[in-house]
């Protein structure tokens, strides 16, 4: 069945640091994957999404490719703020089945 | 532009007692999901309405259920609650079937 797999938490960096979380996913078809993210005490928000392979989905400063080849979506980000610190969340939408299936989460540590 | 409402912000109830938790859409947003965030369990799929049908269910018992309403409004509903049931239960909602879910700030559902 599909599946989304993140890697372990809590990532823990300091502030401007490099941020990478890996993605992948096990899926039949071409499913659309996403990034959300929760902070603490809210629900989740959309970050960024891609539809197919090879595009790039991208917003404030975080960005993620649809590898199909390596069936991987990393989230990255050249500096992260404290602000930053939340869980985020991958997710694939396959077919036409209204569900998302998301990965356990990640939670982010940015210290100053 | 308003986003996903949900009522109440906190339930408390006993175990055997009913739950009824609300969702407002998006305005303009026809399809409304309903997931599961328990401790331990991650996100976990719930239920698809789409202009007033339930179009897919998440591998959940019977006692879970809701409806949508012509305005696109929802309800979930949970019989005979059982402890386990304890959660954040959010609600997400998207325009036509374009599956660009956006999410509300959840209710949290305690149980005991």
């Known amino acids: 069945g599909n599946s989304v797999t993140q890697m372990e938490g809590p990532v823990t960096l300091s502030e401007e640091a490099f941020l990478t979380i890996n993605c992948t996913y096990t899926?039949?078809?071409?499913?659309?994957l996403f990034w959300y993210v929760q902070y603490p005490g809210e629900g989740l928000q959309l970050l960024l999404k891609?539809?197919?392979?090879?595009d790039k989905g991208s917003n404030k400063g975080f960005e993620a490719t649809y590898r199909k080849e390596t069936t991987s979506f990393h989230l990255e980000k050249g500096s992260v703020q404290v602000s930053d610190s939340a869980v985020y969340f991958c997710?694939?939408?396959?077919?036409?089945?209204?569900?998302?299936?998301f990965g356990q989460g990640t939670t982010l540590q940015v210290k100053p | 532009e308003a986003g996903v409402t949900q009522s109440p912000t906190h339930l408390i109830k006993t175990r055997g007692q009913q739950a009824t938790l609300r969702c407002s859409p998006i305005?303009?947003?026809?399809?409304v999901y309903w997931y599961q965030q328990a401790l331990g369990l991650g996100l976990q799929f719930l239920l698809w309405?789409?202009?007033?049908?339930?179009?897919n269910r998440g591998n959940f018992p019977p006692r879970f259920s809701g409806r949508q309403f012509p305005n696109y409004s929802s309800e979930l509903n949970v019989n005979a609650l059982e402890l386990e049931d304890s959660a954040l239960y959010l609600c997400?909602?998207?325009?036509?079937?374009?599956?660009?879910?956006?999410f509300g700030p959840g209710t949290r559902l305690t149980v005991t």
């Open positions: 899926a039949t078809g071409y499913p659309s």
């Open positions: 997710a694939l939408l396959s077919g036409n089945t209204g569900k998302l299936i």
């Open positions: 305005s303009g947003h026809t399809s």
């Open positions: 891609a539809t197919k392979a090879d």
């Open positions: 997400a909602s998207s325009r036509d079937r374009s599956y660009e879910q956006y």
């Open positions: 309405y789409d202009e007033g049908e339930e179009r």
